[in-house]
T-cell receptor, first 114, second 113 residues
Framework: GAVVSQHPSRVICKSGTSVKIECRSL??????MFWYRQFPKQSLMLMAT?????????EQGVEKDKFLINHASLTLSTLTVTSAHPEDSSFYIC??????????FGPGTRLTVL | AQSVSQHNHHVILSEAASLELGCNYS??????LFWYVQYPGQHLQLLLK??????LVKGIKGFEAEFIKSKFSFNLRKPSVQWSDTAEYFC???????????FGKGTRLHILP
């Protein structure tokens, strides 16, 4: 089946630094990828939709300057959390939409900001 | 805007009991509906989906769900649960041409051995 990977799986950083998370579709092309955030024991909240070759579409309340998204190719999207603060600590999950319209989820990246 | 509500936040059952998890969505047009499962420490997996056709959808691991359009519901069922079904279950909706999948808050299922 289609596989989506995320790197890193865990990251710990100091407050004020930036962190980049990669999302890759390993065996299929994805013109659209999605970034979600999941707080402990809560649901996935959609942050933004990432389209290859164009600007991401952010959900209401998500700061586009803080969460930079780049979808440089049909198999890679990156999320950069800029000037991270402890409240940004969360589980970030990406998904990739295949050409046959099914979405596949990555394993997630746990970000801890000290 | 689309929304999804799951009625049960935490369900505890004994093995072999029957399961039904409620899910309702709000959207007036054509929808695609999903149930995802997240086992402890693992990532989301698709249990089943409804795009069109037979409203009774069968998924993996003995799960099924029924789409009732008049009730805006897509409840998940399993006749006899196992300890290994302990997980969090998310109902999700994707409306019409919209690519976005919107998730419910999830139901934490705990099966007693």
């Amino acid at each position: 089946g289609a596989v989506v990977s995320q790197h890193p799986s865990r990251v710990i950083c100091k407050s004020g630094t930036s962190v980049k998370i990669e999302c890759r579709s390993l065996d299929f092309q994805a013109t659209t990828m999605f970034w979600y955030r999941q707080f402990p024991k809560q649901s996935l909240m959609l942050m933004a939709t990432s389209n290859e070759g164009s600007k991401a579409t952010y959900e209401q309340g998500v700061e586009k300057d803080k969460f930079l998204i780049n979808h440089a190719s049909l198999t890679l999207s990156t999320l950069t959390v800029t000037s991270a603060h402890p409240e940004d600590s969360s589980f970030y999950i990406c998904s990739a939409r295949a050409l046959w319209n099914e979405q596949f989820f990555g394993p997630g990246t746990r970000l801890t900001v000290l | 805007a689309q929304s999804v509500s799951q009625h049960n936040h935490h369900v505890i059952l004994s093995e072999a009991a029957s399961l039904e998890l409620g899910c309702n969505y709000s959207y007036g047009g054509t929808v695609n509906l999903f149930w995802y499962v997240q086992y402890p420490g693992q990532h989301l997996q698709l249990l089943l989906k409804y795009f069109s056709g037979d409203p009774l959808v069968k998924g993996i691991k003995g799960f099924e769900a029924e789409f009732i359009k008049s009730k805006f519901s897509f409840n998940l069922r399993k006749p006899s649960v196992q300890w290994s079904d302990t997980a969090e279950y998310f109902c999700a909706v994707n409306a019409g041409r919209d690519d976005k999948i919107i998730f419910g808050k999830g139901t934490r299922l705990h099966i007693l051995p």
